[in-house]
């Protein structure tokens, strides 16, 4: 069974910083490419990066390229999501989310992790 | 502004259909393929249709997608109120080599 347990939310400040992780189970994480996707509180999904399979690739949404930093530990089945200079528009439930690539859908996701930007 | 357009809401009675539009452009819905995810109050989103019109094993035949052009539509016959949900349209955009997805589309079943 698929399985993708994100961690690391909670609350910071504004300007600060926060690194998600996913733990993935019960596939092969070293052919799949990754995603992560984040929904602010009542509002709709918003598409937040891609990784590649090698993680030779990445991909970012405009409102966080320079901020947000995607990486994947494969020895470990691990993905990652570091976050600097958070600001309050960033408050969102960040979910990780298998990339099936031939469909290019996400095809899994994870329960989410709610990161809260406040001071 | 989402890249890809939806009504922010519909609504039929119980036993009857509704569908969905998503409206984008040559450089998203145009040239690749559209999925469709369904998002149960505090739940994750989960995928009812992907490469345009195919349906997950576990998805009921009463869920179609369909494409044309820079369009997709999905389709719910024999409504449910367990179908009350919010549906997103996704899909990738060449132009701004990115994932991107509708606003959302509340179903409510009357």
């Known amino acids: 069974e698929v399985q993708l347990v994100e961690s690391g939310g909670g609350l910071v400040q504004p300007g600060g910083s926060l690194r998600l992780s996913c733990s993935a189970s019960?596939?092969?994480?070293?052919?799949?490419?990754m995603n992560w996707v984040r929904q602010a509180p009542g509002k709709g999904l918003e598409w937040v990066s891609y990784?590649?399979?090698?993680?030779?690739?990445?991909y970012y949404a405009d409102s966080v390229k320079g901020r947000f930093t995607i990486s994947r530990d494969n020895g470990k089945n691990s993905l990652f999501l570091q976050m600097n200079s958070l600001r309050a528009e960033d408050t969102a439930v960040y979910y990780c989310?298998?990339?099936?690539?031939?469909?290019?859908?996400?095809?899994?996701w994870g329960q989410g992790t709610l990161v809260t930007v406040s001071s | 502004q989402s890249v890809l357009t939806q009504p922010p809401s519909v609504s039929a009675a119980p036993g009857q259909k509704v569908t969905i539009s998503c409206s984008g452009s040559?450089?998203?819905?145009?040239?690749?393929?559209v999925s469709w995810y369904q998002q149960l109050p505090g739940t994750a989103p989960k995928v009812l249709i992907y490469?345009?019109?195919e349906r997950p094993s576990g998805i009921p035949d009463r869920f179609s997608g369909s494409k044309s052009g820079t369009s997709a539509t999905l389709g719910i016959t024999g409504l449910q109120t367990g179908d009350e949900a919010d549906y997103y349209c996704?899909?990738?955009?060449?132009?701004?080599?990115?994932?991107?997805f509708g606003g959302g589309t509340k179903l409510t079943v009357l």
């Open positions: 989310a298998r990339w099936h690539g031939s469909g290019q859908f996400q095809d899994y």
């Open positions: 019960g596939f092969t994480f070293t052919i799949y490419s």
């Open positions: 990784i590649s399979n090698s993680g030779s690739t990445m």
């Open positions: 040559s450089s998203n819905i145009g040239n690749h393929y």
């Open positions: 490469e345009n019109n």
């Open positions: 996704g899909t990738w955009d060449s132009s701004l080599s990115a994932g991107v």
